[in-house]
């Protein structure tokens, strides 16, 4: 079924002569034709004549993106300073006169394992604060009741 087949079915447009037909199916068609452009043509056009700008603006942040990046990149290649890991973990432990000779230090892979078989737990946390001053961050801290004593078996793990 066509347009013209739908018409016919109303009692105006069998009425109307061939002229004024062509005349309506012209001004529908006019009407049709200025919708679209209201409703698509001309936001198309408007949204397609900001794009350069658009463009524009966000290569701009596109390149401060990439300016941060690199200025992240940059801190992040900073290596920190080496630490005597054994050195640092001396003096923390004298620090705090804990005995050396009590002390396991184990230097392996970039880890550092410290194990503490009696101490108190004030001084396993100012060990570790020291230790955290001079860049070894610790990563693990397991600390073990002793049946003997008040005091505590404290193994600790440090990362540079």
Known sequence: MTIVDALAQFGWWQRATARERVMLVAGAAVVI????????????RDTLAGAPLQRAERKALLAQARDRV?????????SPPAVDARAAI????????????????????ERIALTLPAVSLADAAAVVG???REGLRATGINFAARADSPALRAEITFAR
């Open 33 to 44: 034709a200025a919708v679209i452009g209201t409703l698509v043509v001309a936001p198309m």
């Open 70 to 78: 690199a200025a992240i990149n940059a801190v992040a290649r900073a």
């Open 90 to 109: 001396e003096r923390a432990l004298d620090a705090r006169a804990i005995a050396r000779r009590d002390a396991t230090v184990d230097l392996a892979n």
């Open 130 to 132: 020291a230790l955290a």
